[in-house]
């Protein structure tokens, strides 16, 4: 049984398509960012960075202890080493597949959520950081709309590198047009259409059913970095 610490953004996202994905058992534990609930106690003994996703994998592959894992990226690769899926056996097609996986999480993920921040959230508009992450988001979409002319998916078939990398790609919040990148287009829309996908996202609806604006507390909690 997989104890999921999530909450419905691209990093939670990530990690129930993989869930889905899988087949695994799995439970959700709501972790309500604007409310603070990233501040528990309990939930920082195991996610110190007070960031979500997080999970306990109560039946880890040596039999021992729980085993607790934060961080995305960290998670959907203990995932995949654990079931043998979605990566690759052989030094090259791990790398492959690794390669993509921290550009996502050292490059999409970052830059875009700076996107999300300064053009949906921030309260001052500051035309210089909206132009700058506008422009960003637009190179990394065209880095992988490049990467993906001559491939179905990012690593040679269907792997983590894909699952953490579609949640993030939102053209309409992030100022881009999909017909710019007819590669990254085909390939999302094929992603969107697995059925392991729409369970996923309907998992998140279950959480939270309707994306409303993030209330002044919420912004100070979530931004401010501060307890509620």
């Not at 040679?156 to 017909?179: K, N, R, S, V």
Request: proline content about 8%; some cysteine; overall charge negative.
């Amino acid at each position: 049984m997989i104890e999921l610490y999530y909450w419905p953004t691209p990093n939670g996202h990530k990690v129930t398509m993989f869930l889905e994905e899988a087949g695994l058992d799995y439970e959700i534990h709501p972790i309500n960012i604007g409310a603070g609930d990233q501040f528990r106690p309990e939930f920082l003994a195991f996610s110190p960075n007070n960031r979500m996703p997080a999970i306990i994998d109560t039946r880890p592959i040596d039999q021992q202890d729980p085993l607790a894992v934060f961080e995305s990226g960290a998670i959907l690769y203990y995932m995949a080493e654990k079931t043998g899926k979605f990566f690759h056996s052989d030094p090259r097609g791990k790398a492959d597949v690794m390669q993509w996986l921290m550009w996502q999480m050292g490059g999409l993920g970052p830059m875009l959520g700076q996107n999300h921040h300064f053009t949906r959230y921030a309260s001052e508009k500051i035309p210089y950081a909206i132009d700058r992450y506008v422009k960003e988001t637009a190179r990394l979409y065209g880095v992988l709309d490049r990467h993906l002319a001559d491939r179905e998916f990012v690593a040679g078939g269907y792997t983590i590198a894909d699952m953490a990398c579609y949640p993030w790609i939102l053209p309409e919040a992030q100022g881009q047009d999909m017909a710019d990148f007819p590669n990254l287009a085909r390939w999302h829309a094929a992603i969107a259409a697995r059925p392991a996908t729409a369970r996923a996202y309907a998992r998140g609806k279950e959480i939270r059913p309707e994306d409303t604006p993030l209330t002044d507390e919420q912004k100070r909690v979530l931004f401010g970095q501060s307890r509620p």
